[in-house]
């Protein structure tokens, strides 16, 4: 019954592999992120989308590609990893767009590179 | 840069007393959320409070907020060892309130 689910949990692998995480919210939410949070906690967004389209897009580089392929999955592939791309990837979603709504978070993907 | 700066970075407690930590931010504001994360999860959301109300309450959660200073406090009230984790504030920016900024939290320790 998890509202917010991301698979894998770990993810170890060497660096020039591609690699993707799933996400799959069943909360009827339209709005789902992808942050990424570094060795010292520091939570960063990378993406969002609401109904299937982008409306946040921060500065990453190209090498990581979200995909939405349906209101309740955001993917997020990530191009020939480095070793600064090992941090924990926390998927959310909410039930609008906008800073007053919540966020609910999955269990994070700890992500390991190489 | 980050908009939403948390202080102290760690603080640890006796169960029973209480716990303040702190948020500060850089430019004004619409919203501001407060978040829990437990070790090894994924994070949980406390209490929203708009730039227009200056407090809110929730359970033995306290939060205040002055827009002037650009800053918030979140209050734990007779802590236990439950609330042992750390304490995200997370901010938007006025006139663009899609978007969420964290900081790098407040870790909790709440000794027994």
């Known amino acids: 019954d998890t509202a917010v689910s991301q698979t894998p949990k770990y993810l170890v692998t060497q660096m020039g592999n591609d690699k993707s995480i799933k996400c799959e919210q069943n909360?009827?939410?339209?709005?789902m992120y992808w942050y990424k949070q570094d060795s010292k906690k520091f939570l960063k967004i990378m993406f969002s989308?609401?109904?299937?389209?982008?409306?946040i897009n921060e500065t990453v580089p190209n090498r990581f590609s979200p995909k939405s392929p349906d209101k309740a999955h955001l993917n997020l592939h990530i191009n020939s990893l480095e070793l600064g791309d090992s941090a924990v990837y926390f998927c959310?979603?909410?039930?609008?767009?906008?800073?007053?709504?919540?966020?609910?978070f999955g269990p994070g993907t700890r992500l390991l590179v190489l | 840069s980050q908009q939403g700066e948390e202080d102290p970075q760690a603080l640890s407690i006796q169960e029973g007393e209480n716990a303040t930590m702190n948020c500060s931010y850089k430019?004004?504001?619409?919203?501001l959320q407060w978040y829990r994360q437990n070790s090894g999860r994924g994070l949980v959301h406390l209490i929203l409070i708009r730039s227009n109300e200056r407090e809110k309450h929730s359970g033995r959660l306290r939060v205040t907020l002055d827009t002037s200073k650009k800053s918030s406090s979140l209050l734990i009230t007779a802590s236990r060892a439950a609330d042992t984790a750390s304490y995200f504030c997370a901010t938007d920016k006025e006139g663009n309130d899609y978007k969420l900024s964290f900081g790098a939290g407040t870790t909790v320790t709440v000794r027994a």
């Open positions: 430019t004004s504001i619409n919203n």
């Open positions: 989308y609401n109904n299937k389209e982008l409306i």
């Open positions: 909360l009827g939410h339209d709005t």
């Open positions: 959310a979603s909410s039930h609008l767009a906008g800073s007053q709504e919540t966020q609910y």
